[in-house]
């Protein structure tokens, strides 16, 4: 029983830790009233150094835009791929983006650092409008934008 | 015997089921993150109100005049989605929930986001 009882113990304790490598995550955007169509949005994340790690979401279906989302062109080229299963419709004026993502645990008080790039038909570019460091500290607390974005949070 | 071998065998498939894809994820991120080093040393923060990036962009995603509240997929009319900004045609990238998100080492799972606009 206590052979029983001990390989119960080891055969958890290898995975719990499995389970816990990921999380939901809601990543909440908010966009001031700013007059103008919809706006597309890149949400990325950099690392520690400041490079390039990945997208979380495109808000705005057409490729043909997105050079106007400069950081994260710059960073990817436009490169489609990396945004497939991660794009949805662009935000209007006023609305609220909330996203809700399985991510890996390892982004959160590595370094990583959420940012917003943000771009309106026939109005100046918003390159890096939002960001905000992935920490747990950080989580339920919002940081205001600079040009579209009146808000970038997350909770989890 | 065979109750602990059953038990065992039990625990370990789950061990290795739930944790197979979580170190791929873990792994993952940590390839990424080397990638970026290797080949994307761009630093991206812009702190600053550039002056390059003020200009207008007139004609640009056609000529649609359905301006406030438009929270839609601006798949306007006469606006083909092949004509690539500046005559080189870019394909577009698959919706949320059509296929699964890039294996960039940032999501835990293949699972679809879930999204909302209020």
Do not use: C
């Not at chain 1, 389970?19 to 909440?28: F, Q, W």
């Not at chain 1, 209007?92 to 390892?106: F, V, Y």
């Not at chain 2, 940590?30 to 923060?45: G, K």
């Amino acid at each position: 029983m206590k052979k029983i009882l001990a390989a119960l113990a080891l055969t958890t304790a290898l995975t719990l830790p499995g389970v816990a490598l990921a999380r939901p995550v809601t990543l909440t955007t908010t966009l001031k009233n700013y007059g103008g169509d919809g706006a597309y949005l890149a949400i990325y994340v950099t690392d520690a150094k400041g490079a390039y790690a990945g997208t979380l979401w495109m808000a705005g279906g057409k490729a043909k835009y997105y050079e106007h989302l400069a950081d994260w062109y710059r960073a990817t080229g436009g490169n489609t791929a990396e945004i497939n299963g991660i794009t949805g419709a662009s935000v209007g004026a006023g609305r609220t983006l909330e996203i809700t993502l399985d991510l890996a645990d390892a982004l959160f008080d590595a370094g990583y650092t959420l940012h917003v790039d943000a771009a309106v038909e026939d109005m100046r570019d918003g390159p890096n409008d939002a960001s905000v460091p992935l920490t747990s500290a950080n989580a339920g607390r919002e940081v205001q934008g600079r040009r579209y974005v009146a808000s970038l949070g997350y909770s989890m | 015997m065979k109750k602990t071998f059953a038990i065992l065998l039990a625990s370990t498939a789950i061990a290795v089921g739930a944790g197979i894809p979580a170190w791929s994820a873990m792994h993952g991120a940590a390839l990424s993150s080397a990638r970026a080093d290797e080949n994307r040393l761009v630093r991206l923060a812009s702190d600053d109100d550039r002056g390059d990036d003020d200009h207008e962009r007139s004609g640009r995603r056609g000529d649609d005049d359905d301006r406030h509240g438009d929270d839609d997929d601006d798949d306007r009319e006469g606006d083909d989605d092949d004509d690539g900004y500046g005559g080189s045609a870019t394909a577009n990238p698959a919706p949320a929930g059509t296929v699964a998100p890039p294996a960039n080492g940032l999501f835990g799972s293949g699972a679809a986001p879930k999204v909302k606009v209020n």
